[in-house]
């Protein structure tokens, strides 16, 4: 099973940019969809954004969405999360996900990443 690998979390203020990773451990390209969701302290895990297999396709959640930027590298097995115009309310674990097939905006992935805490300062 695919194993999927966080990176790029961080303290940063609110405003600023960061850009997550999520490298997988084997090649995802035509194969699996991968996601973003993200857990605040106190919430239920949500949807934050996906890329379709080939890439062509993504969804965002509407909290996200014209300021977050999700993208693959297909020949590197990763996917990327560029997040720009970062708000206190985006401070949450990151999670990277992934399934075969067709993207989804649930949870309902089948393969996890640890988790990348990223916190936004006022």
């Known amino acids: 099973q695919v194993q999927l690998v966080e990176s790029g979390g961080g303290l940063v203020q609110a405003g600023g940019s960061l850009r997550l990773s999520c490298a997988a451990s084997?090649?995802?390209?035509?194969?699996?969809?991968v996601a973003w969701l993200r857990r605040a302290p106190g919430k239920e895990r949500e949807f934050v954004a996906a890329?379709?297999?080939?890439?062509?396709?993504?969804y965002y959640a509407d909290s996200v969405k014209g300021r977050f930027t999700i993208s693959r590298d297909n020949a590197k097995n990763t996917v990327s999360l560029q997040m720009d115009s970062l708000k206190l309310e985006d401070t949450a674990v990151y999670y990277c996900?992934?399934?075969?097939?067709?993207?989804?905006?649930?949870?309902?992935?089948?393969?996890w990443g640890q988790g990348t805490q990223v916190t936004v300062s006022s």
């Open positions: 890329i379709s297999r080939t890439g062509s396709s993504s």
């Open positions: 084997e090649r995802t390209a035509n194969t699996y969809a």
């Open positions: 996900a992934a399934r075969r097939g067709m993207l989804i905006t649930t949870a309902s992935y089948d393969y």
